[in-house]
Structure formats: structure tokens, C-alpha cells
């Protein structure tokens, strides 16, 4: 059950460098690396199509790529991933014309290789085990105090109960407070540890990281400082998130207020983004920004759904109100439970074990139904990177 992979190139410190940034776990992958170049990568495609074909190629010629295309016609399981200073517009359409995957840039940082290989990689591993990818799903605060945090963990909860294997993955740092909704201990390893051994990245690694909250649902803490939390970079979050989703039927996101480069990697690779507001105004301004910030990001609305949390019957503005302030539908109704909720999060349960037949406990349930009833995404690459500048709100 092996995927093959093939590293072809002329610069013997290139090829190490490359070898290097394919994960550790060497037992799923049958790597060959060969001298050449544009000719022997396309010789090799012929005789023995690899899963994935890595070639590291200073210049390429029209007479280059159109011998990689006609070779990758031939073998339309092979992924090709190309490293190359070209960067011209021109270039790179051409390379995705002849069916090149993705063309990394030449020379590179370590980071980005391992994340382009691992996006590959993980794609490849999914397609052969005839698995579909788990679903991401951020949960977004239109303001400090909406109810995100609260949401996301008795949401993982909630989903785990129903027999989905869930992650709930802490983007607040330094402060935050996942796991103390779910765990009585505040976890030693954190996201930071994970990025820190970013280089041998696997299953075991990730599940050594993550603490289990539950059956079926575990927590992976944020940086307990903002220096490490800076240390993540969106590209190892990326690698984190591919290999999460590979392992997890769902991976929650409980996003902070800032919009920093790995919260937006975090939005840009989520499914669906669960915008948390109350029905307050101060709320529902909060998300009319927030929802702006989205467009200028380029997330459809059809990825975000409205999540009115502490809803009370009777009181202004309504859910129609709110929606029509927002254009958008209110897709959740999340009741106010104050007593139940601040029991909950007092005793480090999440509130379908400490109350189950609170309203909030049954709307959460719902929540999780109408979650795991959608279809799950295809293959894991939903939309492309947008740039990450850092803003807050
Ligand atoms: N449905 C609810 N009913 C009552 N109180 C709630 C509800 N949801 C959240 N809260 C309260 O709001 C507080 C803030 O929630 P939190 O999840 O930390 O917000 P955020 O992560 O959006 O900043 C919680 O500590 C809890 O006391
Ligand atoms: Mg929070």
C-alpha cells in the first residue's frame, strides 16, 4: 500500500534537500531519486508511472514540457510536482497545461517543500485508501465573548458522541481555553510541539500531541505564548490540518480574534465557517465586519453559516432581524442557558454530559446532526491560499 515516489534532478544538494522535506514515515512511501532531468523524468513516467513525480529542473523548454505533458497524458495517476526559479505567469500556466500538480519555487524554505509534498501526499494517500477527507470546520467569534470557545468544544463533544472522531484544535494564544471546557488538566504539549517536529510529522506524532478529551475526541492546545504561536507559520499549520483531516472525521477550529497568518491558512482551508454572534447589536456589527473581512478574503458566502448564540424568544432583534442586518441566514439557534452553560464550563464538562436535557445541550445536538448529514469535501484542496496579512478585530 505504498506510494511511490520518484525525485528526479541535476543538483545533488537539491535532491537532498528535497528528500529531506519528504515526511519521515518512510515505510509508507518507495522513494527513488535519479540525476536528470525534463528527459528522464519523462522516461520514467513511461516505463514506471510513479504515484508522485518530484522534478527539480532549472530551465524547461517548450520542447521540455511538451514531452512531461504527452508522458503525463499516458499516465493520468501521476501527480507532478515541479521546482523551478521560473516564475513568470507565462511559465506557469504552461506547466499546469502539461498537467503539472503544483509548481513550487526553486530554491525554497524547508517548510514550503514539506507542505507542498504533504498536500500531495495526503491527497494521494486518501485517493488510494478510497477515503474521503474529513471535514474542517472554524468557529468564529463575531466578538471576544459570542460563545465560539463554548460552541466548539461541546460541539466536538457533541459530534464524538455520535460515533465521528473528532479534533477541536485551540488557535487562541496565548490564552486559550479550550481544554479547560473539556479536560481537568491543562495539557503540557501544544500545537508549538507539533510545529517544532514539523519534519517527522505523522499519525503517532499527532496523536502523542494531542490530548484525548473524550472517546473519539481529542484537543490539540494552543501556544501558551505569542512567540511560539508566531513560531507555527502557516505552512506547518497546513501540513497539521492536511494530516488532521486524513485522521479525524471532523477537525474544529476555535478561532480567536485575530486574523493571523495560520487562523487565515485555518479559514482558507475550513469547509464551512460557523460565524458565532449574539443577537445583540454590539454582536451583530461585530459580524457585519467580520463577514466584510470574509469577502475582502474571498470566502463565499455559501461556506459561512450564522450561528446566533444566547437566542432568547421574545427579545429584539429577532433571528430575522439579525439575519436581514447581516444578509445572511441564521443557520443555528443556540438558546441562553446561563446557569447550565457556566455549570458546564465550571466543572471542565461539556454540557451534554453535565446536562443533557438543557436546550442548549439538545441545540448543540442538532447542530452536530445537521453537521454530520452534509457531504463530505472531496479531496481536501477546497480553495486556494489567499495572502495572510494579519488584521484583528
Ligand atoms: N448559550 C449560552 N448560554 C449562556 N451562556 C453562554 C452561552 N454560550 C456562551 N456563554 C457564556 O459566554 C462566555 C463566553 O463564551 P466563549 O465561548 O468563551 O466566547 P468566545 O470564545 O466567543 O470569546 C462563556 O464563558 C459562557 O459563560
Ligand atoms: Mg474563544
Known amino acids: 500500500m505504498s506510494i511511490s515516489v520518484r525525485v528526479v534532478g541535476a543538483d545533488p544538494q537539491h535532491l537532498s534537500r528535497i528528500t529531506a522535506a519528504l ?4 515505510e509508507s512511501l518507495a522513494l527513488r531519486i535519479m540525476t536528470g532531468g525534463a528527459l528522464e523524468a519523462a522516461g520514467e513516467v513511461q516505463r514506471d508511472p510513479p504515484d508522485l513525480l518530484v522534478l ?5 523548454d517548450e520542447a521540455d514540457l511538451a514531452l512531461l505533458e504527452s508522458s503525463l497524458l499516458s499516465a493520468p495517476a501521476t501527480a507532478m510536482v515541479l521546482l523551478s526559479p521560473d516564475r513568470s ?6 506547466a499546469m497545461r502539461a498537467g503539472v500538480r503544483e509548481v513550487i519555487p526553486s ?12 498536500r500531495q501526499l495526503e491527497r494521494l494517500g486518501l485517493q488510494r485508501l478510497g477515503m474521503p477527507a474529513g471535514t474542517v470546520i472554524a468557529l468564529v467569534p463575531a466578538k471576544g465573548g459570542s460563545g465560539a470557545t463554548f460552541i466548539a468544544t461541546s460541539l466536538a463533544a457533541e459530534l464524538a458522541a455520535k460515533g465521528a472522531r473528532t479534533l477541536i484544535i485551540d488557535l487562541n494564544a496565548p490564552f486559550g481555553d479550550a481544554a479547560l471546557h473539556l479536560v481537568e488538566e491543562r495539557p ?13 510529522l505523522d499519525a503517532t506524532l499527532l496523536e502523542s500531541v494531542a490530548v484525548e478529551a ?10 501558551d505564548s505569542i512567540e511560539s504561536f508566531e513560531q507555527v507559520g502557516a505552512d506547518a499549520f497546513e501540513r497539521i490540518l492536511a494530516l488532521a483531516r486524513s485522521r479525524f472525521r471532523f477537525v474544529l477550529l476555535d478561532v480567536g480574534r485575530s486574523l493571523d497568518p495560520v487562523t487565515v491558512r485555518g479559514l482558507d482551508r475550513a469547509d464551512r465557517i460557523l460565524l458565532v454572534s ?8 461585530a459580524a457585519r465586519r467580520v463577514l466584510d473581512l470574509f469577502a475582502g478574503l474571498g470566502y463565499g458566502s455559501d ?8 437566542f432568547e424568544r421574545g427579545v429584539e432583534p429577532s433571528a430575522d432581524e439579525a439575519s436581514k442586518m447581516l444578509g445572511v441566514k441564521v443557520a443555528d439557534l443556540i438558546p441562553n442557558s446561563y446557569r447550565a452553560v457556566g455549570r458546564a464550563i465550571n466543572h471542565g464538562q461539556p454540557i451534554r454530559a453535565s446536562a443533557p436535557r438543557d436546550p442548549v445541550a439538545k441545540a448543540l445536538s442538532v447542530l452536530a446532526e445537521r453537521l454530520l448529514s452534509q457531504p463530505r469535501p472531496g479531496r481536501g484542496d477546497a480553495s486556494d491560499s489567499s495572502p495572510s496579512k494579519p488584521v484583528r478585530h
Not at 515526511?23 to 518512510?26: A, E, I, R, V, Y
Not at 473524550?214 to 501556544?223: D, K, Q
Open 23 to 26: 515526511p519521515g514515515d518512510s
Open 56 to 60: 527539480d529542473a532549472p530551465a524547461l
Open 89 to 94: 505567469s507565462e511559465f506557469l500556466m504552461r
Open 107 to 118: 530554491p525554497s524554505a524547508a517548510a514550503d517543500l514539506s507542505a507542498a509534498f504533504a
Open 188 to 200: 503540557t504539549a501544544t500545537l508549538a510541539d507539533l510545529v517544532r517536529q514539523v519534519g517527522r
Open 214 to 223: 473524550g472517546e473519539g475526541l481529542s484537543l490539540l492546545a494552543a501556544p
Open 278 to 285: 449574539q443577537p445583540s447589536l454590539p454582536y451583530l456589527h
Open 303 to 310: 461556506r459561512i453559516d450564522l450561528v446566533l448564540n444566547r
